[in-house]
Structure formats: structure tokens, C-alpha cells
């Protein structure tokens, strides 16, 4: 596990970055790098399903001048090695053990997370970021397994949610949000929920179990959950529908934000898709940001 510290003296201002599916490039990192922002979460599938692909987002990404959290996606199984080591400019296997084997290390500002705890304090409250299960591709079955296995040692879908568990016991904030590739489960069934299942003809629900159990167990311990935070099932449906992304049930924020191509045409402009979230004394305030291409 590990933890990394950010703290800001103002209100805190969290881009959330959808799959990229290859959509990422110099115009990205001038905008971002003109952007008043204190954190980047991508929240995976940075390639376009093969590894040189990925590698070649990561090797872009890594230019950015702000701190940032990068969640592998189900399309990032490659060679986590290499990924690694493009996103942070130090060799893969060294920032591969400080993710899965609990040392820090704080040299480059671009980290992986899964399976990591990190932290942000403000001048309003302290908020412990849990880095949720990488690679998910979502449904009742653990992803990958033999690969999971050998990168993070957890081979069943039990083992991660006690991985999740132990995450929650080792935060001392109160305030938590959870970062993942793929959403919870029990946010709805039908194919045009927020993590519905759109490719089967009866829907389901294809949230992940574990995150769900994690949330469920940090509640039960008096933590309160601003905001869980995901992507993966893209917003616009297989049936041409569009998810919500965004919805509040409690006390708690979820947020979906795989729109892809999250680089698009429209008839006045090419726009770019990211969330913005900012952390103040008021409480989470989110909007969608459309980026002119020249914006």
C-alpha cells in the first residue's frame, strides 16, 4: 500500500479524466498544463487494446506538469513493468513494488494507483483517497485472475475485497472517496444505468462486488464516502442510449466518466471531455468541462 500526501491551501480542484481508448495528445497536455488544477485521475484504458498503444499514451501522459493518478484499465494488462516505468521515469519494477509491496515513493508527480491508498488535505477537511481494484472489466468473476495473481497476489474476488478492507482500516481521514476503473455494484440493472450492463440482452448489473463490500464495510466503520469515482462503461450505450454521469444516493457522489470518444466533433468545434470536481468549505461541486480544441 501506498500513501501519497497533497496538500493544498485553497479549495482543491480534481480533474477526472474518462478512458482515453487513444484519445490523448500535446493539445491534452497544453490545456491541462494552462489548467488551475491540483490533481489528474484517469481513470484507465489508456491505449487502444494493445500494449504499444497504451505505452504510447503513458509516455504522453508522463509530460504532465501537475500531479496525477493513473488507474490501469482492463485494456492496460500489458506489461505493467513498462507501464510503470513510462509513466514515471524510473524503472517499472521498483514502482511496481512500491504499489503492490506498501513502500512510497514520491520522485515523479505521475503514479499508478490500484489497491493504494493516497491522501489530500485542505484547509476544509483531510479526504483519503482508496485506489479500488485495477484492470476490471466488471460482472461477478475477478478479471484476469493468473494475472492479477502474479502482479498483486490476489487470485479471488474475496481476496480483493479484504484488500480493500485492509485499505479502509489503514485511512485515518473520516472522509473518503474511492477511485476505480469500473463502478460499484447496485446502482441499477437495465443496460442504461451507470454501471449497467449494455452487451448482454438481459442487462445486469455490472458493477464490481468488491468495491460495493468495500464502500458498504467503510460506511459500517462511521466513515462518510463523498464521492466514488469511476468510468469503463461508456456513457453512451451499445442501443445508442446515454448514461447518467453523475447521481447522488445518501450522502455519496458517484460519478461515471467514460464519455468516448472523449474527443469529438461538433458542428462549431473539436471539444475535449474531462469532469471537474473542487473540494471547498461548501461541500463537492462538479461540472462537466467541453474544452475547445483551441480553448
Given at each position: 500500500?501506498?500513501?501519497?500526501?497533497?496538500?493544498?491551501?485553497?479549495?482543491?480542484?480534481?480533474?477526472?479524466?474518462?478512458?482515453?481508448?487513444?484519445?490523448?495528445?500535446?493539445?491534452?497536455?497544453?490545456?491541462?498544463?494552462?489548467?488551475?488544477?491540483?490533481?489528474?485521475?484517469?481513470?484507465?484504458?489508456?491505449?487502444?487494446?494493445?500494449?504499444?498503444?497504451?505505452?504510447?499514451?503513458?509516455?504522453?501522459?508522463?509530460?504532465?506538469?501537475?500531479?496525477?493518478?493513473?488507474?490501469?484499465?482492463?485494456?492496460?494488462?500489458?506489461?505493467?513493468?513498462?507501464?510503470?516505468?513510462?509513466?514515471?521515469?524510473?524503472?517499472?519494477?521498483?514502482?511496481?513494488?512500491?504499489?503492490?509491496?506498501?513502500?512510497?515513493?514520491?520522485?515523479?508527480?505521475?503514479?499508478?494507483?490500484?489497491?493504494?491508498?493516497?491522501?489530500?488535505?485542505?484547509p476544509h477537511t483531510d479526504i483519503g483517497l482508496i485506489a479500488a481494484r485495477p484492470h476490471s472489466m466488471g460482472g461477478v468473476s475477478?478479471?484476469?485472475?493468473?494475472?492479477?495473481?502474479?502482479?498483486?497476489?490476489?487470485?479471488?474476488?474475496?481476496?480483493?475485497?479484504?484488500r480493500l478492507i485492509d485499505l479502509v482500516d489503514n485511512t485515518d481521514t473520516e472522509n473518503l472517496i474511492f477511485l476505480a476503473h469500473n463502478g460499484p455494484q447496485g446502482l441499477g440493472q437495465e443496460p442504461q444505468d451507470m454501471?449497467?450492463?449494455?452487451?448482454?440482452?438481459?442487462?445486469?448489473?455490472?458493477?464490481?462486488?468488491?468495491?460495493?463490500?468495500?464502500?458498504?464495510?467503510?460506511?459500517?466503520?462511521?466513515?462518510?464516502?463523498?464521492?466514488?469515482?469511476?468510468?469503463?462503461?461508456?456513457?453512451?450505450?451499445?442501443?445508442?442510449?446515454?448514461?447518467?454521469?453523475?447521481?447522488?444516493?445518501?450522502?455519496?457522489?458517484?460519478?461515471?466518466?467514460?464519455?468516448?470518444?472523449?474527443?469529438?466533433?461538433?458542428?462549431?468545434?473539436?471539444?475535449?471531455?474531462?469532469?471537474?470536481?473542487?473540494?471547498?468549505?461548501?461541500?463537492?461541486?462538479?461540472?462537466?468541462?467541453?474544452?475547445?480544441?483551441?480553448?
Amino acid at each position: 500500500m501506498t500513501q501519497n500526501f497533497l496538500t493544498v491551501d485553497k479549495d482543491f480542484r480534481l480533474a477526472i479524466v474518462g478512458d482515453l481508448h487513444t484519445h490523448w495528445d500535446h493539445i491534452d497536455l497544453a490545456q491541462f498544463a494552462r489548467a488551475n488544477y491540483d490533481l489528474l485521475y484517469f481513470t484507465g484504458d489508456l491505449g487502444g487494446g494493445t500494449p504499444d498503444s497504451t505505452l504510447r499514451i503513458a509516455q504522453s501522459i508522463a509530460q504532465l506538469n501537475q500531479p496525477a493518478l493513473v488507474m490501469p484499465g482492463n485494456n492496460d494488462t500489458g506489461d505493467i513493468h513498462q507501464l510503470a516505468a513510462e509513466l514515471t521515469h524510473q524503472n517499472g519494477m521498483n514502482r511496481l513494488l512500491s504499489i503492490t509491496k506498501g513502500t512510497e515513493n514520491t520522485q515523479n508527480p505521475i503514479s499508478l494507483c490500484g489497491y493504494s491508498q493516497h491522501r489530500i488535505n485542505t484547509p476544509h477537511t483531510d479526504i483519503g483517497l482508496i485506489a479500488a481494484r485495477p484492470h476490471s472489466m466488471g460482472g461477478v468473476s475477478l478479471s484476469f485472475p493468473e494475472y492479477m495473481e502474479a502482479t498483486y497476489g490476489i487470485s479471488t474476488l474475496e481476496q480483493s475485497t479484504q484488500r480493500l478492507i485492509d485499505l479502509v482500516d489503514n485511512t485515518d481521514t473520516e472522509n473518503l472517496i474511492f477511485l476505480a476503473h469500473n463502478g460499484p455494484q447496485g446502482l441499477g440493472q437495465e443496460p442504461q444505468d451507470m454501471w449497467g450492463c449494455d452487451f448482454k440482452e438481459n442487462g445486469g448489473d455490472w458493477g464490481d462486488p468488491d468495491l460495493t463490500d468495500a464502500i458498504f464495510y467503510a460506511r459500517e466503520k462511521g466513515k462518510k464516502i463523498l464521492a466514488v469515482i469511476g468510468g469503463h462503461m461508456h456513457l453512451r450505450t451499445k442501443q445508442g442510449h446515454e448514461r447518467p454521469w453523475k447521481t447522488t444516493i445518501g450522502d455519496t457522489l458517484y460519478i461515471n466518466a467514460a464519455k468516448v470518444p472523449r474527443i469529438f466533433q461538433s458542428k462549431e468545434d473539436v471539444h475535449r471531455h474531462h469532469i471537474l470536481m473542487t473540494i471547498n468549505e461548501q461541500g463537492i461541486q462538479i461540472e462537466e468541462k467541453l474544452i475547445p480544441e483551441y480553448g
